[in-house]
């Protein structure tokens, strides 16, 4: 859904540990950003040591807590690197509540269903959280490190299938593997939601079209103004009149999966 | 103090304005900034329809800058009209627009059908975009093409003419000049530098168009002598931009001959850019006992 406004601020880190692996939880002060926030949507954030690069991170919004958000990233470039050195009290400038985020069940619809790839497990924790019915998320990576969160989807009553692709967690295998078996069983009338890479968000997306089912997917595009303004982090999606590019910051970042164009002619 | 410049018919409260490409069309800042308080919005380039623009990736960071190859996606002059136009004509300062063509004729087109909607503060010509096959800089690097460009968008408008050059020129004093002669009321300058990244594990280009335009901080030192070259060759006012995040940046602009400024890459990265240098050269002329922004204009001692 569209959230309502967006503000930018410049906000104290509050708490920052790291996870397993590579990956850290940062949490912030921004208590006019938390109430706006939906399931789905991103901070972009300015990392203000960060001198050596100009752009702000896009990420996707954690939890919330009160007056607090969090942040769920890996340390893979120059940017989380620095950002990954930062100490509670230090203060980030942050654009939030950015993008379209997942449409909540309302009460009544079926259990949901969500996917996720690694830290996209961070996109989909809001909506668990919000979701009056209780579902199942199956959660997939490369390895036991990079499976995220569980204890808190636990906590929120969620059952949680886990893969990894070299067995050291759960079932040995991708994540689209527990989920076809339990899409076996009953699939009519259920909506998937995923958050990961974009292999993954286009098996996802494939399994749901051959079942006749509805999905939301959480697009990972490379990002720059992270408003809609600079045309970067476009994806081709279908149009009345064939397809045009859309912006993953204003029309994404989560996108019908019905929509998404995933080979376009040259 | 007087932050009031004058380009061509047109006034502006401040001298600061948002360069065409990194402002979308005003309304998606104005959730961030109020845009009543800039010099002028300058809207991204339109030409007569809509335009897909290139596939990505399409922008990447290089130290201290950025290299965009966008390709001038839009909605064309009708769906510019319909969606962004509303919105635009309720701003207490100025909209300029930014246009293009891949023919002489286009380019007149497009400046009549903004002539004919009324309201506008101005148009500025796009004849120096690196990142497409026709039109854009093939018009900005030939001195006899631009003025073509620039005469036929006179004929077509009685809006004040701003025509944005390229840098990508051995000499930029003619291409000043050429566009001067042919009836533009004012020059920006400059549009990106063409440039390249790689990624050197896959050995591939990091943009599907392969090449780009550079913006960002590390081009300010070439746009300043730009600037600097085309205010000793022409009459007419020049808007500065390349690199600005800060209000000393933008008064170096200005003092090289500069009559306005436009801030460009720095919306991307931190919105309030642009309100930040109003107020901080209202500051340091204050600082410096100047009661007029256009004293400093051009007061280089050198």
Known sequence: ?266 | MNLAVQIGKLTLQNPVMVASGTFGYGVEYARLIDLNRLGAVVVKGIRLGPVRGNPPPRTVEVTSGLINAIGLQGPGVDGFIEKYWPFLQGLKVPTIINIWGTTVDEYAEVARRFDALGGVGALELNVSCPNIKEGGSQFGTDCKLLAEVVAACRRATTLPLITKLSPNVVNIAPYARAAEEAGSDALAIMNSYPALAIDLETRRPKLANVTGGLTGPCIKPIALKLVWDAAKAVRIPIIGMGGIQSAADALEFLVVGATAVAVGTANFYEPQTALEVIAGMREFLQRKGIEDVREWTGSLRA
Request: glycine fraction near 12%; hydrophobic fraction near 40%; include cysteine.
């Open chain 1, 1 to 266: 859904m569209l959230g309502g406004g967006v503000l930018e601020r410049t906000v104290p880190i509050l708490t920052h540990e790291r996870d397993t692996g590579g990956y850290f939880r940062l949490a912030v002060r921004a208590p006019d950003i938390t109430p706006l926030v939906q399931p789905g949507q991103f901070a972009h954030v300015r990392i203000l040591p960060l001198k050596s690069a100009l752009l702000r991170r896009p990420f996707s919004i954690f939890q919330v807590a009160g007056e607090t958000f969090s942040i769920l990233y890996k340390a893979v470039g120059q940017g989380t690197e620095v950002l990954s050195r930062m100490r509670p009290g230090e203060e980030l400038n942050v654009i939030a509540p950015l993008g379209r985020g997942f449409t909540v069940p309302r009460a009544g619809d079926s259990r949901p269903l969500l996917v996720a790839g690694g830290y996209g497990m961070a996109a989909l924790y809001l909506l668990a959280q919000r979701a009056p019915e209780k579902g199942i998320v199956f959660v997939g990576g490369r390895r036991r490190q990079d499976i995220l969160c569980v204890d808190e989807f636990r906590a929120l009553g969620w059952e949680v299938r886990i893969t990894t692709e070299d067995g050291s967690l759960g079932e040995p295998g991708l994540v689209t593997q527990p989920l076809v078996e339990e899409l076996r069983r009953e699939s009519a009338g259920r909506k998937l939601f995923a958050c990961g890479p974009t292999g993954m968000l286009r098996a996802v997306g494939r399994i749901a079209e051959e079942r006749g089912m509805a999905a939301e997917l959480s697009m990972d595009e490379h990002m720059c103004c992270g408003v809609g303004v600079c045309l970067t982090c476009v994806i081709p999606v279908k149009t009345s009149a064939g397809w045009e590019y859309q912006r993953t910051c204003m029309e994404g970042p989560v996108f019908d999966a019905r929509q998404v164009v995933w080979e376009t002619d040259p």
